[in-house]
């Protein structure tokens, strides 16, 4: 497991959720958080404030301790399966836009990078 948790990475993503759900009036979006280990890029923890016990459940078997792109097809895939609710597309949109997040920080030359090695190199 992680010994410093105050090191980890975390990105988000959002999605319009649809018309016919009361959350719509009052949120407008579900958002999704993934807490990401620097070093090797695990999942270690996620938040998801509307989601039930059991599709946090779902999540959490598909996302924890996966790399952030294997969690994230895992996640797609198991709540394809596995989760039957008017907020499903949502859900997985937030998913794959918080993955979209991911990609966009890890590709950009002016990211600043959280990994030791490479804050070391920066500040020598």
Same mark, same amino acid.
């Given at each position: 497991?992680? $010994?410093?948790?105050?090191? @980890?990475?975390?990105?988000?993503?959002?999605?319009?959720?649809?018309?016919? +759900?009361?959350?719509?009036?009052? =949120?407008? *979006? !579900? @958002?999704? /958080?993934?807490?990401?280990?620097?070093? #090797?890029?695990?999942?270690?923890? *996620?938040?998801?404030?509307?989601?039930?016990?059991?599709?946090?459940?779902?999540?959490?078997?598909?996302?924890? /301790?996966?790399?952030? /792109? $294997?969690? !994230?097809?895992?996640?797609?895939?198991?709540?394809?399966?596995? *989760? *039957?609710?008017?907020?499903?597309?949502?859900? !997985?949109?937030?998913?794959?836009?918080? =993955?979209?997040? =991911?990609?966009? !920080?890890? +590709?950009?030359? #002016?990211?600043?990078?959280?990994?030791?090695? +490479?804050?070391?190199?920066?500040?020598?």
């Amino acid at each position: 497991m992680l $010994e410093n948790k105050s090191e @980890t990475i975390v990105i988000e993503g959002s999605a319009r959720l649809p018309e016919n +759900t009361s959350a719509k009036y009052v =949120y407008g *979006f !579900i @958002t999704v /958080e993934l807490e990401l280990d620097p070093v #090797d890029l695990r999942v270690v923890d *996620f938040s998801c404030a509307l989601l039930s016990s059991s599709a946090k459940k779902i999540l959490s078997q598909a996302l924890l /301790e996966h790399k952030v /792109e $294997e969690g !994230i097809e895992n996640a797609v895939e198991q709540l394809q399966k596995r *989760f *039957f609710s008017s907020t499903k597309k949502a859900l !997985i949109a937030a998913i794959q836009d918080a =993955y979209r997040s =991911y990609k966009t !920080i890890s +590709t950009s030359p #002016d990211a600043v990078s959280s990994r030791p090695e +490479t804050c070391n190199q920066r500040n020598l």
